[in-house]
């Protein structure tokens, strides 16, 4: 099924933002860049451990019985509890909600997205790193509406997520040009009639408005004489 033919309710925020974040690495991955699954890797590697320590004591503790293995399986729980926390503090201090981590051609880019409860808006949290011998990480802020992407039916339309990366984050941008919404097209919408030229034309009256009035004036002076 392509990303356009998705449905989701549109009033579910938690889907909004799975929906999001799964589509957020497809598009990258095609532009070519090489996600780094080092967080993912970490993550595993604690919560295996933590199932093996507890398979492993359930073993010893059926085959050994209670008293030949009560001190190991004091030390086992200690450690289980200990690798646990790790894998806790891992997912909510480390990883923070990190979606993609990855590299283009020495560029490197680093995804990390949350959303806010009864608000349908897409947070992210951007550290990139532009191709160069000294790695010069700059951060950024961004957030949308899911409307941004999402149709009234709560069809998730691909391009125009793709378009907003491309034009937001440098390193997407040069990575998919052809995604990139130039900033001119805004700036002809303002010259043709945008938001500041009709605050100007409200606030400043045509000198054509004055003349009428200085004519009214004139003639009602001259009413007055010929009373």
Not at 39 to 64: E, H, K, M
Not at 80 to 94: A, S
Not at 145 to 168: C, I, M, R, S
């Amino acid at each position: 099924m392509s990303s356009e033919e998705l449905k989701i309710s549109v009033y579910s925020v938690a889907d909004l933002k799975n929906t999001t974040d799964d589509a957020l690495p497809n598009y990258l991955n095609s532009l070519k860049f090489r996600q780094s699954h080092y967080y993912i890797d970490v993550r595993l590697a604690l919560g295996f451990s933590a199932v093996a320590i507890a398979a492993a004591t359930f073993y010893f503790d059926y085959t050994l019985g209670w008293e030949k293995t009560k001190t190991g399986t004091l030390w086992a729980v200690i450690a289980y509890f200990i690798i646990n926390g790790l894998l806790t503090l891992w997912i909510w201090r480390v990883e923070r909600g990190c979606v993609y981590s990855g590299e283009l051609k020495g560029a490197k880019l680093h995804v990390e997205s949350r959303v806010e409860k009864y608000n349908p808006t897409y947070f992210l949290s951007i550290r990139y790193s532009k191709p160069g011998r000294v790695e010069n990480w700059q951060s950024m802020e961004l957030n949308a509406p899911f409307a941004k992407w999402f149709d009234a039916e709560g069809h998730f339309v691909a391009v125009h997520f793709q378009q907003w990366l491309a034009t937001e984050i440098p390193v997407v941008g040069a990575a998919d040009p052809k995604r990139v919404i130039p900033q001119a097209s805004s700036d002809e919408k303002t010259r043709k009639g945008g938001p500041s030229v009709l605050k100007t034309a409200l606030e400043s009256p045509p000198a054509a408005d004055g003349a009428q009035r200085r004519r009214e004036k004139q003639s009602g002076g001259g009413k007055s004489k010929n009373r």
